[in-house]
């Protein structure tokens, strides 16, 4: 039985490889899965009648549709995946994933993956310092600004100044 279509779906462009973005996902995250797979009906500027041209997903519970549209559009971090993480295990759990299967790591928790979509991994230590403003949360943004994967003991010891 079929699924009903989410009401708002995430649309993801891909050059070609949604069907491979959306394993990876489902593999990786929890209340992850790959749903649908929908074939071209037809040749289409990008592809041919059969190639793969739609995959519904899910990551961490967000329902997504990942489509096969070609080259001509490249992902930026104006759209990114932030995942909150509780442990340090976590973090790197998911930040490894990424980075090790063909990504690359930036700043502040940030990297992408090896299709260019940016994914935040965000410890909640982090966000619980930037919700307390003031002082811990300058701190904590501080020593933030010196990171590319966040180091939760360094957040903590930040946060306490």
């Known amino acids: 039985m079929k699924k009903p279509i989410a009401k708002n779906t995430i649309c993801i462009w891909y050059d070609k490889d949604a069907l491979e973005a959306a394993r990876f996902y489902a593999a990786t995250f929890p209340d992850s899965e790959v749903g649908e797979i929908n074939h ?62 063909g990504g690359e790591e930036s700043y502040c928790g940030w990297c992408r993956d090896r299709w260019g979509i940016s994914w935040q991994i965000t410890p909640r230590t982090l966000s619980e310092a930037m919700m307390a403003g003031g002082d811990e949360a300058k701190r904590a943004f501080a020593a933030m600004m010196e990171m590319g994967k966040i180091d939760v003991a360094a957040i903590d010891a930040a946060r306490r100044g």
Do not use: M
């Not at 990551?59 to 509780?86: M, R, Y």
């Open 40 to 101: 071209a009906p037809g040749d289409y500027p990008s592809g041919k009648e059969g190639d793969v041209l739609t995959v519904t997903f899910t990551v961490l519970g967000i329902p997504c549709l990942g489509l096969n549209g070609g080259p001509q559009f490249k992902h930026t971090e104006a759209f990114s995946f932030q995942v909150a993480t509780d442990t340090q295990e976590e973090t790197d759990r998911y930040w490894n994933a990424i980075v090790g299967n």
